[in-house]
C-alpha cells in the first residue's frame, strides 16, 4: 500500500468498469479522490482543481482536463482509451464496425492537451468475430481494459519508472490523425439519404449503430424517426 501516494480517478457515474477500477486503485493507494461524471463536457469542480499529487487515472470521464491541470499529476496523467490508436475520440467501436475491422483493442497513454494524442504506453488487441456487435466488442474491450490497468498500477507502484520502459516498448504504436468527434457520431446515426448512398452494405452500417440504447434515424420536418430492430 502507497500510504502517501495521491491519485486522482476520473471515470463516469453508474459504470461498472469505472467501480471495477476504483476497487483495484484501493488496493494499492490510499489517498485517491473520485471524481464521477454523467454528462459531456461536465465541469471540475473547484476543490477538484486545487488537487495536487502524484497520479490522475481517466477512464470514460466525460470531464474537461486542460494542459494546467494535468500539471498537477507530478508523476503522470493516464488516460485509457477503450479504443485501439487507430481510432481517436468518440464512437470507436461504432466506426470500425462501419469500416470492417478485423480487430480492436485499448489503449493506455498519457494525457495531453489533445485529445487521444499523448505517448503511447501499453496497447491491448483482440480478433474479432463474424457474430460480434457494438455490446460484445465493448464487453471485450471493457474486460481487456481493466486487466492492462491492473498490470499498469502495478508496474507504477514497483517502480515509477517503469512508466518510461513501457513508453520505449510501446514506441511502434502510433496514433491516429483522424479524430471522431460527437459530431461524426451524430451524423453516422442520421440517415441523411446522400450519405447513405456512399455506404455499400446496409447490414453493416445497421450493425455499427444498432444497440439497444441507440438507434438510427431520419429527420423529417424537425421530427426524428427512429429504426426498429424487430426479430
Known amino acids: 500500500m502507497h500510504k502517501n501516494t495521491k491519485v486522482l480517478f476520473f471515470g463516469r457515474k453508474n459504470c461498472l468498469h469505472s467501480k471495477r477500477m476504483i476497487k483495484e486503485l484501493k488496493k494499492f493507494f490510499n489517498k485517491i479522490n473520485i471524481v464521477l461524471s454523467n454528462k459531456p463536457n461536465e465541469k471540475i469542480s473547484k476543490k477538484v482543481l486545487k488537487w495536487k499529487g502524484e497520479y490522475i487515472f481517466c477512464f470514460r470521464s466525460y470531464s474537461l482536463l486542460k494542459e494546467t491541470f494535468l500539471k498537477k499529476a507530478s508523476i503522470a496523467a493516464i488516460n485509457f482509451h477503450p479504443g485501439p490508436p487507430e481510432y481517436r475520440g468518440i464512437g470507436c467501436v461504432n466506426f470500425s464496425i462501419l469500416n470492417s475491422e478485423k480487430f480492436y ?61 513501457m513508453i520505449k516498448n510501446s514506441n511502434k504504436e502510433k496514433w491516429s490523425k483522424k479524430l471522431y468527434t460527437r459530431s461524426d457520431l451524430n451524423n453516422l446515426y442520421k440517415m441523411n439519404i446522400g450519405y447513405k448512398i456512399k455506404i455499400s452494405n446496409i447490414q453493416t452500417y445497421l450493425e455499427s449503430t444498432m444497440t439497444k440504447k441507440f438507434k438510427p434515424y431520419i429527420e423529417l420536418n424537425k421530427k426524428k424517426y427512429f429504426l426498429l430492430n424487430e426479430k
Open 105 to 165: 483493442g485499448v489503449t493506455s497513454h498519457l494525457m495531453s492537451k489533445n485529445v487521444d494524442k499523448g505517448k503511447i504506453i501499453d496497447v491491448k488487441r483482440f480478433k474479432l468475430k463474424k457474430n460480434d456487435n457494438i455490446s460484445s466488442i465493448l464487453t471485450q474491450s471493457y474486460k481487456l481494459q481493466l486487466i492492462q490497468f491492473k498490470k499498469i498500477i502495478k508496474k507504477l507502484c514497483l517502480n515509477p519508472n517503469n512508466l518510461k520502459k
